[in-house]
């Protein structure tokens, strides 16, 4: 059975940091591109951030370069994110998600976790 499931999220000030995890089982970790996405209240859910094969090869939203570092554990078989200067534009529910890096399916979804930037 597949499981994706989303830690790490919570109330954090402007400027402050969050690191959210992506845990997961049930298919070959290490031949999935892992990335990240986020929706806001009213808003379309939008990409954020991709790592692919061991990690070595990112790719981010202009929004969030310079900003977040998303990473992977393949043995862990974990993605990451790690935010940084953190924005109240970045507040939104953060969706881990894992797509075959050779076929593009299957593909699955994590159930969200809750990231509000407030002071």
């Known amino acids: 059975q597949v499981q994706v499931v989303e830690s790490g999220g919570g109330l954090v000030q402007p400027g402050g940091s969050l690191k959210l995890s992506c845990a997961t089982s049930?298919?070959?970790?290490?031949?999935?591109?892992m990335s990240w996405y986020r929706q806001a209240p009213g808003k379309e859910r939008e990409y954020v951030a991709s790592?692919?094969?061991?990690?070595?090869?990112?790719k981010y939203a202009e929004s969030v370069k310079g900003r977040f570092t998303v990473s992977r554990d393949n043995v862990l078989s974990t993605a990451y994110l790690q935010m940084n200067n953190l924005k109240p534009e970045d507040t939104a529910v953060y969706y881990c998600y894992a797509q075959d890096a050779v076929r593009g399916w299957p593909d699955y979804w994590g159930q969200g976790t809750q990231v509000t930037v407030s002071s």
């Open positions: 790592a692919f094969s061991t990690g070595k090869i990112t």
């Open positions: 049930g298919f070959t970790f290490g031949d999935y591109a």
